[in-house]
């Protein structure tokens, strides 16, 4: 079970780059482990870091005026290889929703089946979105899973979810627990139909 997802009110951290691939989000020589755990020490390390492990000035997960639970990325998050690490580095580090004008498919599937929201929004949205956050550190955004839309100040957008994944976020499930919580239906199907 993940952690329940229904409004999550937070501020953000902006990274406006465009076509962040896999690899940025978590080199691959950081794929080593076989659990989800550990990997947010790694998000985006070859920007966060210099080659003796100091923090790299200047990149914004190393900036305190920076925080909360929202990532703004630029268009195209996501690209490059399928690695599941990625939305796990990027859950671990502590984030819940990455918004994006447009995300890989795959990097999409792998963050809704890790409790990480993915919400494509307009680039007009993103465009002030992160000139808000940038501008202000402790502007917050409102994410509201139920009714599928995205706040920033008074400007409000929808976005799409498969309803499938919806449900799963919003009761924390993973695809095993949202089999398990159709025990009652699955045993009265299996005993009307013997």
Known sequence: MKEKFTTLTSTAVPLPIENI????????????????EGFGDNLFRDWRYEGNDAPRAGFVLNDARYGGRILLAGKNFGCGSSREHAAWAIYDYGFRVVVSS????????????????????SDGF???????????????????LEQQFIQLGAHREVF???????TCLL????????????????????????
């Open 21 to 36: 691939d896999t690899d940025q989000i978590i080199p691959a020589r950081f794929l080593k482990a076989t659990t989800r």
């Open 102 to 121: 447009f995300f890989a498919d795959i990097f999409k599937n792998n963050a809704l089946n890790n409790g990480l929201l993915p919400v494509v929004v």
């Open 126 to 144: 993103l465009r002030a979105a992160l000139q808000a956050v940038t501008e202000n550190p402790a502007t917050e955004l409102v994410v509201n």
């Open 160 to 166: 799409d979810i498969n309803t499938y994944k919806k």
């Open 171 to 194: 009761n924390g499930y993973d695809d095993i627990d949202y089999l398990l919580s159709l025990h009652d239906e699955i045993r009265k199907f299996d005993v009307a139909h013997p």
